[in-house]
């Protein structure tokens, strides 16, 4: 049984850094992707970023490129999302995922003031 932990969420000001991780039990697959999305207050989740367990190859939203990395670190099995220069639009609980098996954390709340 898979289960999925986030941390790293709080409250930060417009402009700084943050560093979700997703640190991940049970058995994971070389064909797993492992995903970040999000719900922000009032709107529906949404994809921010994947990642494929084995190749490492990744994808970032357009609107988020530039600002959101995603990577994982196999020996440690964790997933992380840096979100840099956040704003507040960026408010909303993360949730970690595999995507292709339907397996959610629990989330982590990021609220970013101006």
């Known amino acids: 049984q898979v289960q999925l932990v986030e941390s790293g969420g709080g409250s930060v000001q417009a402009g700084e850094s943050l560093t979700l991780s997703c640190s991940v039990s049970g058995r994971i697959f070389g064909s797993d992707v492992m995903g970040w999305l999000r719900q922000a207050p009032g709107k529906e989740r949404e994809l921010v970023a994947d990642i494929s367990w084995s190749a490492g190859q990744s994808y970032i939203r357009d609107f988020l490129k530039g600002r959101f990395t995603i990577s994982r670190d196999v020996a440690k099995k964790l997933v992380y999302l840096q979100m840099n220069n956040v704003q507040p639009e960026d408010t909303a609980v993360y949730y970690c995922?595999?995507?292709?098996?339907?397996?959610w954390g629990q989330g982590t709340r990021v609220t970013v003031s101006s």
């Open positions: 995922n595999v995507r292709n098996r339907d397996i």
